[in-house]
């Protein structure tokens, strides 16, 4: 897990260290120290610990006009036992949607698995950005995971589904990502 490492080749148009009003203003990153370590196994240095143990995160952008912020992750997405999305909303959501943020990629190809327990907090960060236009995708996660969401039924309130399972995003530039996206969404609705 040591080698995969945040998508950075969106450097030069966005870092949430150097974002005041990013909630990793300030972080500073090494390169070679690995500390951090979901189970027994070492991750990248790049990746963000906002309060789970085995999920870690990187803020890849956040365009303060468009009030949206893509998301990558990394790990296990354990809301049974680790409660990953009371972490993830308060920490890190609730930061950016104080500040205007109301859509939200979330690229899940390195979440391993995902055990939800129930949908409140996933609801709670929905009513927050649907009546400002929002909206909430994940794209690119695993098969089984798609499936467990559902299962759960936080469908209702994240984009989550197969036809999000394989899109390159990383061929955009980030706001051509958002646009792609809110474009596909609204192809959707009508």
Known sequence: MHTIEPYWKWRDFYTAEEDEQSPFFGREYSEFEFSDRIYNFYIHPQW????SDTLYLKLLYVD????????E????WNDCVRNDIMFLKREVIDVL??????????????????FADGNEYYE?????????????????????????MQQANIHHYIHVSEQYADISWRKYKPNHLIDYLDDLLIKLIE
Request: negative net charge.
């Open 64 to 71: 303060y006009k468009k009030g949206a912020a893509v998301i």
């Open 124 to 148: 709670e960060w929905y009513d927050d950005v649907k009546d400002s236009g929002g909206w909430i995708m994940a794209l690119n996660f695993r098969e089984h995971i798609v499936d467990e």
């Open 73 to 76: 992750f990394l790990g296990e």
């Open 97 to 114: 949607i104080q500040n205007g943020i109301n859509k939200f990629v979330l690229i899940g190809e390195n979440i391993l698995e995902f």
């Open 48 to 51: 963000d610990y906002f309060g």
